[in-house]
């Protein structure tokens, strides 16, 4: 009788115990949000695009201490690690790899698999052309990338060479520019898309311009395919980003435009000693935009009417707070509602390029170039860009570090080339132009100036000042710049045989004195 | 709290007057011989005696009280005093076989047939310190237990880890269960190299006067009836419980003062160049540094316990109140806490069905917790203050007006991340942890015969806190927004716990049989809640309005689930034993648990077996030997593994996108398992007066749950996988002798020695290693031949000569170009060393701890150096250079720049070698004196104590405590990022008992 009472009791127990329907459900959790439910309104695609416009731009260790340095756009004050680190040409952080791959590849790997598999050919275009943007920006750091094998199961997993991977874009934006082209009034982009609210048409621009800019890139090194491209892109029916209407934005997902945290937040970056150099010695309007002048009124003895100051790339630096009172960039930006990507000024300098190199359709130079200026003013609202560009005699002025003793981080200014066109002049001056207001236009989106800057040598910026490379990252020649940024340490490691094939791809060691593959250093004509 | 009331005022009506008198007799041994020295004393009090030469004693005793007696080497025994004014004992020579231990689901076993290591503390000797925290207390007082104490002060964390981390990914902290029962010990947020703060654990909310006593199983064998959650042993802790007859009032007061034991040596003779903030001059002057320590305060911790206690054959009742209020060595730092618990038992259906509650509650309270690391700790801009400036004026003046803006901002002379003003820290960012706790149980006992019985019991812990800091705007501009920052997060931590267990016992000849069988649920949701996460660009709309409503877009309300786990167990234990000397010990346990839900492998079983023979039984021994007896046991466990990794899902973004998984979904995610034997003898010998008990371990984990990163090409950004091997193995001795034991003086001590040696055996195929904290100054890793807990410094750059490698051209020393290994974290061995003396009514009792080999790091001192604060780079000064033995080219240098060598190894990421220190230490850890009185004609004991704690170093090898952590995580131990200082406590309590 007993027996049976607790054999009862135990079954229960058992039944109690083995219940276990609800396991799945108490092991997810309720605050994220499933594939199921984003099916929903077309968040399941949809909804990724943001947090990848998001991760286009990188922050203070891709960009801040990487190109924008590199390209003397904006200078640090502070000393880190020692001061030696990347912006004197000894890598500390290498660190947009892994943004591009883990928020934007990783992604937009699944978002295509989705809209394949659902024929949404207006989200599959648009995923893809997100790659192409940010794997040709990733690209101009190191060269060969994971490309084609990217989502491979296999261990070992091979990057494209430089030509495999601009073929594959110029094949990716045919069909991602026919893909729009057949879906004009598709809407279903509109909900997700802060750039350009859902204007196909805008998105086609953005392509046509990418296909521009890339075929220039390329233009010395296979100059056949850089003009056939190029033409291609003039010619399209969809156009170009011409005018600043058309200029690609991307909203501060995060709430705050990223150059200003750095700057204000942290007391990490203020202008550069070559801005200063430009700006002040062409007169530029543009400088109360783009930044404020400098807190104290003693450190620009050699043009006081011109207050601002800067840091020269690649100093002697000792103490972070002996240059915090230089110009920090225009406290307009701490509101900054978003990020330039794309902008007619940029558009027009490669056209006026284009235009010396007799691509068809270009136009003329000179148009271009006054052109790309105007547009940049415009884009800024500043004025007085008639008697800018007339002028033919301002040049830039040498720099003084007023915070270093005797000649320490001084230079003189290389570039010797006024403002005002001159159709007299031969190409190369007329390219280091072009070149010196495309970099004057491109503030806080510097990643194409740093790869015309090495592919063309100008503008003439100035050497570092405090050279730290080493066998480490490879050597540096003091009379000239960095010319990529190595593979990470994490491939490295996990994916060594990926890196040794793309080394060999890469035609020169794994190192920051490596010229990548459209960086011939000939003729630029 | 009005029914609080109610049974209070019941309790204490049936105090009732207590007529004393006194009581004597003679102990004798069963040989007739008197036995002198024999403790004589009341039950449940702290009144008695000894015996005399004659063996005669004398006692003054309360109405219905019980006399215990007790000798070493004999049978205590326990008798009731009625109306007796003489009672004549004998005891009965021997180890006391009958001696019961509470193990694992609080089931009472005969100590002799244990299988396992167990080690028991009671809570008197835990009470002796008065830490707020008893986890704290228990350091030294038990073998294979590494304490280590949070340096956040009063009701941070403590991390307790039992024979080494078992777990490369998962936790290694052990389980703690109240009365058989498990409850939640969740700790949240710990601070890290750039700063935070310790959140806390579950386990400074129990009132230490509540506690019996504290049993640690420190093995896996000793835990499987626990299953997974077991797998790092357990902690059971007895809390005290109403005794049969007239209530009894005990009350307990102490104050305790705390002050600085330890804190870095600076320099105050070399300012500033040129407003610089580092303190580099090469021109000695003469500076004000009293600042430093002004800053501190004598820290003050007043704890108060009242308990009522009574009962009758039938119900038993305890009641306690207890109270914390202190105050920590940095101002605004206070920490109090409320204490109340009501346990009751009573017997119904002829005393067949016992019914017991619990009821637990807790009011924790701490405002403005010490932080550690860079950001918003006071002590980095305290301490890096250059020399020449003068800081009354920035303590006076801690804010200043925006005139435009209408607010107020730190005042400080420079922008930088890693310091601010200390007073505006204090004063205009008030952080606040809250903990209101209630843990509430039911047992139904049923003796169904005398053979056979069936419990059940329900456990519902539940705990609802609020982590909240306020950043005033005009903070540091790297952390807070110009209108001011909020973190916020207001959650709930519950566990819920039910089992039935059926007994069955009973003899066959000389074989005897207990079988126990059951069944277990259990659900714990931790960090259920609402969370707003503050920075410098998510901050408010209005300034420093700190609520919902003014937070603007970009800052995300969270809804936060840290995890949450359904497990569900069947298990059965059988003991067989043969005439009392042989034991046999089976056990088995399945599980299923959710968080391998989907995976296939959610059920999965353990068994463990164990052996034990009383050689004292078996075989006759010489005379000196009391008792003798080896045990073995072999067992394996899983170890849990974590919440929402098998399938995540995506995420909303504070940008209104959707972050989406890029997780590799693991569905054939398995536990980890531990599989541990150990094998141990314990011996007593000479009546007794001296004994030992020796383990040796060996504890294999495999089945590692490790997260990695995916390839960068792989469409994955993590991934996870079952792998690697890790092998804990080590011996633990436990001595214990009575040197002296006379009438008037008796002193006892014990040894509690360990050793642990953690091996990681085997990592996964693909990878070589796993980088665990990789932060500033130096980096944390697994690999295979390696340990937990290896730290990875940059060293010196050296010659063949081993000579310092300057560089050619500016001299500064080189550093290597990878970080090297630079030792292991964990002591090799660790000794405590209690003492006990009585003499008289007087009782001393010193506990010396020692840890022995281990390294410990330091960037507080790399950071000073860097900014030629500390007394070392000044002594340099003074000497006019550094002694260095090294080489520029190939010229020998002995002698450099003190700027230069300091600028090149201090700081953030220099050379961390120098500052990678021995952790050799050995400390009086508690000294505490008593005496013993009574009043009122002697009816009311009194005892009156001196307590001390962490009194002083016997030995240091550090410029800083190693025993004191910035972060209880596993990787951060042993390490200081300007941490708080370490103190000493000194203090007097008084105990009385009514």
């Known amino acids: 009788m007993k027996k049976l009472s607790i054999l009862k009791y135990l079954f229960v127990l058992t039944l109690f115990a083995g219940c276990t329907d609800d396991f799945a459900d108490l092991n997810t959790n309720p605050y994220q949000i499933s594939d199921e439910s984003l099916r929903q309104d077309n968040n399941h695609v949809g909804a990724f695009f943001p947090t990848m416009l998001n991760n286009i731009f990188g922050d203070q260790i891709e960009h801040n201490l990487a190109n924008e340095s590199f390209v003397r756009h904006l200078g640090t004050p502070t000393p880190f690690v020692g001061g030696v680190n990347n912006t004197t040409y000894y890598i500390r952080w290498n660190s947009y790899w892994g943004r591009v791959y883990g928020s934007i590849f990783a992604p937009a790997r699944q978002v295509l698999q989705i809209a394949e598999a659902e024929n949404n050919e207006v989200f599959v275009a648009w995923a893809k052309l997100l790659r192409v943007l940010a794997a040709s920006r990733l690209s101009a750091y190191h060269g060969p990338i994971i490309y084609s094998n990217y989502g491979s199961t296999d261990k070992v997993i091979l990057y494209d060479s430089e030509p495999e991977l601009y073929n594959t874009w110029f094949a990716e934006l045919d069909e991602i520019v026919a893909a729009f082209s057949r879906n004009t009034e598709f809407g279903g982009m509109a909900k997700f898309d802060d750039s350009f609210q859902g204007d196909i048409g805008a998105w086609i621009k953005l392509a046509n311009s990418m296909r521009l800019q890339l075929a220039m890139r390329i233009s010395k090194v296979n100059p056949s395919l850089a003009k056939t491209q190029g033409e291609k892109a003039i010619a399209d029916p969809g156009g170009l980003i011409s005018t600043t209407e058309d200029n690609f934005y991307i909203r501060n997902y995060d709430g705050f435009f990223r150059p200003a945290r750095i700057c204000f937040g942290w007391g990490d970056t203020r202008m550069s000693a070559t801005m200063e150099s430009v700006l002040g010695g062409y007169k530029d309007p543009r400088v109360s935009k783009y930044f404020d002048p400098a807190t104290d009124n003693t450190l620009y003895p050699d043009h006081p009417d011109f207050p601002y100051k800067g840091i020269r790339n690649g100093a002697e630096l000792v103490a972070k707070d002996d240059r915090l009172a230089y110009s920090t960039i225009a406290s307009a930006f701490q509101t900054w509602p978003a990020r330039r990507c794309f902008t007619s000024s940029e558009t027009h300098f490669l056209l006026a390029e284009a235009a010396l190199r007799d691509w068809a359709g270009a136009g003329t130079a000179m148009d271009h170039y006054e052109t790309g200026v105007r547009e940049s003013f415009a884009e800024w609202g500043a004025g007085g860009v008639d008697a800018y560009l007339q002028d033919d005699t301002s040049l830039p002025l040498d720099y003084d570090d007023p915070k270093a003793s005797g000649d320490v981080n001084d230079f003189v200014s290389r570039i010797k080339v006024p403002v005002k066109w001159d159709e007299g002049e031969d190409k190369e001056v007329k390219l280091e132009k072009i070149m010196t207001q495309k970099w004057l236009a491109a503030v806080h989106n510097t990643i194409e100036i740093w790869v015309d800057h090495r592919r063309t040598g100008y503008p003439k910026l100035p050497y570092n000042y405090k050279n730290d490379s080493n066998a480490d990252w490879g050597v540096i020649p003091d009379d000239d710049f960095l010319r990529r940024m190595p593979f990470v340490n994490g491939e490295r490691n996990n994916n060594p045989e990926g890196v040794a094939d793309a080394t060999q791809k890469l035609g020169g060691p794994d190192e920051i004195g490596t010229r990548l593959w459209w960086d011939t250093g000939g003729p630029n004509f | ?994």
Request: some cysteine; charged content about 20%.
């Open chain 2, 1 to 994: 709290m009005r029914l609080l009331f109610t049974i209070l005022s019941i309790l204490c009506f049936s105090v009732g007057i207590m007529a004393q008198r006194t009581v004597s007799g003679t102990v004798t041994s069963t040989e007739g011989e008197p036995l002198i020295g024999v403790n004589v004393l009341v039950k449940g009090t702290t009144t008695g005696t000894v015996t005399d030469f004659d063996g005669k004693y004398s006692v003054s005793v309360p109405n219905q009280a019980t006399l215990e007696f007790s000798y070493t080497g004999y049978t205590p025994q326990e008798v009731n005093v009625t109306d007796q004014s003489v009672i004549d004992i004998t005891l009965e020579e021997g180890i006391a076989l009958g001696e019961v231990v509470v193990t694992a689901l609080g089931i009472e076993r005969e100590k002799s047939s244990l299988t396992f290591a167990q080690q028991t503390v009671e809570g008197t000797e835990l009470l002796e310190a008065r830490d707020i925290n008893f986890l704290n207390s228990l350091s030294g007082k038990a073998a294979g237990v590494e304490i280590k104490k949070s340096s956040s002060g009063p009701g941070g964390s403590t991390r307790v880890v039992l024979r080494g981390d078992k777990s490369l990914n998962g936790n290694s902290d052990p389980l703690f269960v109240i009365d058989g029962i498990p409850m939640a010990n969740n700790r949240s947020g710990q601070p890290g190299m750039w700063g935070g703060f310790d959140g806390g654990d579950g386990m400074s909310q129990i009132n230490p006067d509540d506690i019996e006593s504290i049993t640690v199983l420190r093995g896996s064998n000793a835990a499987a009836l626990y299953g997974s959650q077991g797998a790092n042993g357990v902690v059971l802790i007895t809390t005290k419980e109403g005794k049969e007859g007239p209530a009894k009032v005990s009350v307990s007061s102490g104050i305790t003062v705390e002050n600085i034991m330890l804190k870095p040596d600076l320099q105050f003779r070399y300012g500033s160049e040129g407003g610089t903030k580092e303190s580099w001059s090469t021109t000695r002057g003469n500076y004000d540094g009293s600042y430093v320590d002004d800053f501190f305060q004598t820290g003050t911790n007043q704890i108060n316990s009242i308990s009522i206690s009574g009962g009758t054959a039938r119900t038993k009742a305890y009641f306690s109140f207890g109270n914390v209020n202190a105050r920590g060595i940095t101002p605004q730092n206070t920490y109090n806490r409320y204490n109340v618990t009501f346990k009751q038992s009573t017997k119904m259906l002829n005393d067949k069905l016992t019914v017991g509650s619990n009821i637990i509650l807790t009011n924790e309270v701490s405002r403005n917790r010490p932080a550690a690391g860079y950001y918003l700790n006071p002590l980095t801009g305290l301490y890096f203050f250059p020399r020449d400036r003068d800081f009354a004026s920035f303590r006076d003046n801690y804010s200043v007006i925006d005139p435009d803006r209408n607010v107020i901002g730190q005042n400080w002379f420079v922008i930088d991340h890693h310091q601010s003003n200390p007073y505006w820290l204090l004063n205009e960012q008030p952080r606040t942890d809250q903990t209101n706790r209630m843990i509430g149980s039911v047992t139904l006992d049923y003796q169904i015969t005398e053979k056979l019985s069936v419990s059940a019991r329900g456990n519902y812990d539940f705990a609802s806190k609020l982590q909240e800091q306020q950043f005033t705007s005009g903070g540091n501009t790297t952390n807070i927004h110009p209108n001011g920052s909020w973190d916020y997060w207001k959650f709930t931590d519950e566990l819920l716990y039910t089992d039935a267990l059926l007994k069955f016992n009973d003899n066959f000849g000389d074989f005897s049989l207990g079988l126990i069988g059951g069944a277990s649920y259990q659900k714990t949701v931790f960090g259920l809640g609402t969370r707003v996460d503050g920075d410098a660009n998510n901050g408010l709309l209005y300034a420093n309005e700190f609520f919902f409503q003014n937070l603007p877009p970009n800052v995300q309300v969270q809804s936060t689930l840290n995890s949450r786990l359904v497990k569900q167990a069947l298990f059965a234990n059988a003991t067989i034993g043969f005439k009392e000397m042989l034991f046999l010990d089976l056990s088995g346990r399945n599980d299923w648990a959710s968080t391998l839900a989907g995976t296939g492998n959610e059920s999965y079983f353990y068994p463990s077996f164990g052996a034990t023979a009383v050689l004292s039984k078996m075989f006759e021994l010489p005379e000196a030997v009391s008792f003798a007896k080896i045990r073995y046991s072999n067992s394996k466990v899983g170890n849990e593994v974590p919440y929402n990794v098998v399938n995540p899902q995506n995420t909303i973004a504070a940008s209104g996108g959707v972050n989406r998984n890029t997780q590799q979904p693991f569905e054939n995610l398995k536990p980890e398992i531990i599989t541990s034997s150990e094998f141990g003898t314990n011996w007593r010998f000479f009546d007794d007066r001296f004994g030992f008990d020796l383990t040796y371990y060996n504890t294999v984990s495999t089945d590692q749950f490790i997260n990695l990163p995916a390839p960068s090409g792989s469409g994955y950004t993590r991934y996870y996988v079952n792998a690697g091997k890790i092998i804990n193995k080590g011996i633990e001795l436990v001595v214990d002798v009575t040197p002296i034991y006379t009438p008037k003086l008796t002193w006892t001590t014990s040894f509690n020695f360990w050793t642990n040696d953690n091996e990681v055996v085997e990592m996964h195929p693909d990878l070589a290693s796993i980088t665990t904290g990789q932060s500033e100054g130096y980096g944390s890793r697994f690999e295979a031949g390696g340990s937990i807990g290896d730290i990875y410094v940059y060293k010196f750059q050296r010659d063949a000569q081993n000579r310092i490698i300057l560089d050619e051209n500016d001299g500064r020393p080189l550093k290597t170009a990878m970080q090297e290994l630079a030792g292991n974290l964990n002591p090799d061995w660790s000794l405590g060393w209690n003492n006990n003396f009585k003499f008289g009514k007087f009782g001393l009792n010193f506990i010396v701890n020692g840890k022995f080999g281990g390294v410990a790091f330091s960037q507080t001192e790399s950071m000073l150096d860097g900014a030629g604060v500390s007394e070392r780079t000044a002594a340099d000064r003074d000497a006019g250079g550094t002694t260095i033995d090294a080489v520029q080219g190939d010229q020998p240098v002995s002698t450099i720049d003190p700027e230069l060598y300091y600028r090149a190894i201090g700081d953030r990421n220099g050379i961390g070698e120098p500052y990678v220190y021995d952790r050799t230490n050995v400390r009086l850890t508690q000294f505490s004196l008593s005496y013993r009185t009574s009043l009122f004609n002697n009816t009311t004991p009194v005892t009156l104590s001196l307590v001390g704690q962490n009194l002083f170093f016997l030995y240091l090898e550090a410029p800083f405590d190693p025993e004191l952590a910035m972060s209880t995580n596993r990787n951060a131990a042993s390490l200081d990022n300007f941490n708080t200082p370490a103190t000493r406590t000194i203090g007097f309590n008084i105990n009385v008992n009514f």
